[in-house]
C-alpha cells in the first residue's frame, strides 16, 4: 500500500501564494499520472493538475496561468505552485497516483490538506 501525505495547506489573502507537497512512501517513478484534485464545500470533487511520467502537464480552465504542477522523482514529492490565488480556490486539496497494470488502474489518494483564501 502506497500512502501520500499532503502538506503546505493554510490561510492565505486573496493574491497570495501556496506551495503544497505530496510525499509518497513509494517510488513515483512506477505511476503514470500523478495530480492534484480539490474538493470545496458542496461540490464535487475536481480535477486541478495533472502530470504524468513523461512530464506532460494538464491544468483545470480554472487555474491554468495560476497553478504549476511539478515532481522530483529523486524525493518522490509532487508539487503544486499556487500564484495569484482567489477565494473561489477555497478547498480541500488531495493528491492522487495512477498506476496502470494488467487489472486495471491502481488509484492512491492522500488525505488531503485544507487552502483556505481570504478575500
Known amino acids: 500500500q502506497v500512502q501520500l501525505v499532503e502538506s503546505g495547506g493554510g490561510l492565505v489573502q486573496a493574491g497570495g501564494s501556496l506551495r503544497l507537497s505530496c510525499a509518497a512512501s513509494a517510488s513515483i517513478s512506477s505511476f503514470n499520472n500523478m495530480g492534484w484534485h480539490r474538493q470545496a464545500p458542496g461540490k464535487r470533487r475536481e480535477m486541478v493538475a495533472i502530470i504524468t511520467s513523461g512530464g506532460a502537464r494538464n491544468y483545470a480552465d480554472s487555474v491554468k496561468g495560476r497553478f504549476t504542477i511539478s515532481k522530483d522523482n529523486t524525493k518522490n514529492t509532487v508539487y503544486l505552485q499556487m500564484n495569484s490565488l482567489k477565494p473561489e480556490d477555497t478547498a480541500v486539496y488531495y493528491c492522487?497516483?495512477?498506476?496502470?497494470?494488467?487489472?486495471?488502474?491502481?488509484?492512491?489518494w492522500g488525505q488531503g490538506t485544507q487552502v483556505t483564501v481570504s478575500s
Open positions: 492522487k497516483l495512477i498506476r496502470y497494470s494488467y487489472t486495471g488502474p491502481d488509484e492512491y
